[in-house]
């Protein structure tokens, strides 16, 4: 089944100072139409009871909510997928569990991890990076910047949405969709702006 797959998607994170309900309130008031809830910290009765609020919300606005990694939780709370970022993951089994009802997104690092993602036919959408350095995340992945997003161009990826992702700001916008890719994911530049509010209305002017 092909499945709508938002430009933007918006993804909380763990912040001292701003709850991930807070968080999806501000993205969602301000425009968010697509919502990663990313908190890999908490028990399970924790996180449902969190992610009932942030459904909640998500409801109200219209939004679409995804769970990332925790997709055994999708029976017992109102989100509409999940991203697994284990590029190991069996996603066949994964897909038999959840549904074909459910949105589910793949990370991605090399262009061969994303033509085996199209070739399965499973997930709905990759995210692809890293773009640039981010403080969201270390690792020690090669940073993929503008040119490794314009590759894809001459490898017919052009199934699958694909979905740039790490250390993107604003002025990147612009350049990352000229190079063809799907979407962008964007986290650390909008949690951590002065005014989160209207760095979700910018990051939205930019995309669409
Ligand atoms: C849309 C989207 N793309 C990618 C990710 C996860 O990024 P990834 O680099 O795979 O995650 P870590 O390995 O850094 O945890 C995502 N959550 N959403
Ligand atoms: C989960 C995740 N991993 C990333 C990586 O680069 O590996 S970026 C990311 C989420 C996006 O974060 P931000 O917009 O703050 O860079
Ligand atoms: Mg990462």
């Keep these: 089944m092909k499945k709508y797959i938002s430009r933007f998607h918006y993804l909380t994170q763990d912040l001292p100072e701003r709850s ?23 028990s399970d009765e924790d996180l449902v009871e969190e992610i009932h609020q942030i459904a909640a919300i998500c409801d109200d606005w219209g939004a679409t909510l995804i769970l990332t990694n925790h997709y055994h939780l999708l029976d017992r ?6 991203h697994i970022e284990d590029v190991n993951a069996n996603f066949e089994a994964i897909r038999q569990q959840i549904t074909d ?10 262009t061969e991890e994303i033509l085996t993602l199209q070739a399965a036919g499973i997930v709905d959408y990759c995210g692809y990076g890293p773009f640039a350095s981010t403080t969201t995340r270390t690792h020690d992945r090669p940073l993929l910047g503008f040119k490794g997003y314009r590759e894809l161009e001459e490898l017919r990826i052009d199934l699958l949405p694909v979905i740039a992702v790490g250390g993107i700001r604003l002025p990147d916008v612009e350049l990352l969709l000229n190079t063809g890719i799907h979407g962008i994911a964007v986290s650390s530049a909008i ?11 910018a990051f939205y002017r930019a995309v669409y």
């Design 191 to 201: 949690n951590l702006a002065p005014d989160p509010g209207e760095a979700v209305k």
């Design 101 to 110: 009802e459910k949105t589910m997104g793949a990370s991605a690092y090399t």
């Design 20 to 42: 991930h309900v807070e968080q999806v309130q501000i993205a969602c008031e301000n425009g968010a139409n697509w919502i990663q809830y990313r908190c890999l910290t908490k």
């Design 77 to 82: 709370v109102d989100a509409q997928g999940v």
